[in-house]
């Protein structure tokens, strides 16, 4: 991504440069795939994030905890940017789950068509995220999990929600 452009308050272009690009015709539409290239590290509801809740536990909480991880996920991943989190309904083929108590798995082939709501946060947790951030860079998951900065973030900011239309009032 070369440049983001802010053309009116609700649309952005995004100027990239690609490499051997020929150009394009007018009025050609052109696909962007959102999934990188190797994948992404992402957070869900696996068989071993179920066995490590307890025996009630409902879906909706199993669900929430997943989100709740992949917010933490962020923090590793991104850490001098706010959590964001998208929500996607995907085909099994496209997981490997990697077999931990947290529900990270590895995702492959994710479309922008399979995103059904993003998560963010609220800019008042900025700071709080940037510290949390600074602190786990590059951890595990269950390493960061565990720091009193994520903790902090996780208890004091929830992520709100946001459908996948409204990605231009994200104020990342």
Known sequence: MVELLAETASVRSIVLD????????A??????????????????????????????????????????????????LKPTSLRLVAAAEVQGEQLTDLGGSLGEVHLRGLTWQQVRALFADEPAAMEAVRLAGEVVAA??????????????????YDLLWFAPDELDQLKL
Do not use: F, K, N
């Open 139 to 156: 951890q595990s998951l269950a390493a960061a999990l565990a720091a009193p900065e994520v903790g902090a973030v996780l208890d004091e």
């Open 27 to 76: 009025g050609q539409h052109v696909d962007v795939r959102l999934t990188a290239e190797d994948g992404y590290q992402a957070c869900t509801v696996t068989p071993s994030l179920i066995a490590s809740m307890d025996a009630d536990t409902l879906i909706e909480e199993a669900e929430y905890a997943a989100l709740s991880y992949a917010g933490a996920l962020a923090l590793v």
């Open 18 to 25: 690609l490499p051997d690009w020929p150009g394009h015709r």
